[in-house]
């Protein structure tokens, strides 16, 4: 089974491009049975800081913490993962909460990483870049 990252985050905060998050819950739809998803600890962060500025209340923001960890694999925060986002930042001059992102894809194994913020097809330490809103 592959592995893919970083998508949750994306479906959930991107409310204003409909046809952006059609997408998104199309690949999420059928990838419990292709993927295995992972996320970072940091797409949940970010998931929730994004979701609480947007008035959700706390009941409802656990209930879709719950539906992110029930679905995804959560990678947390290691020691190594943190050199390795270190690292990225300073070879691939991407931001600070990216290269959590990319690190936590990268040291669980994962195939590709599921993104908009890098460009479609690149790829980082062998893991394919894929843009899940290019059709």
Request: glycine share 6%; aromatic share 8%.
């Amino acid at each position: 089974m592959d592995k893919h990252s970083n998508i949750n985050d994306k479906i959930i905060q991107n409310d204003s491009h409909f046809a952006n998050r059609r997408n998104s819950y199309k690949f999420i739809e059928g990838a419990p049975q292709k993927y295995e998803l992972v996320i970072s600890y940091q797409v949940v962060n970010e998931t929730s800081q994004v979701l609480k500025k947007k008035g959700l209340s706390e009941p409802e923001l656990r209930l879709i913490i719950d539906g992110m960890f029930r679905l995804c694999e959560v990678s947390g925060f290691t020691q190594s993962g943190a050199a390795l986002a270190s690292e990225l930042r300073e070879t691939l001059s991407i931001s600070y909460w990216d290269s959590h992102i990319v690190a936590s894809a990268i040291l669980a194994g994962c195939g590709s990483l599921i993104s908009e913020d890098f460009q479609d097809g690149a790829i980082i330490r062998g893991m394919q870049v894929k843009n899940p809103f290019i059709v």
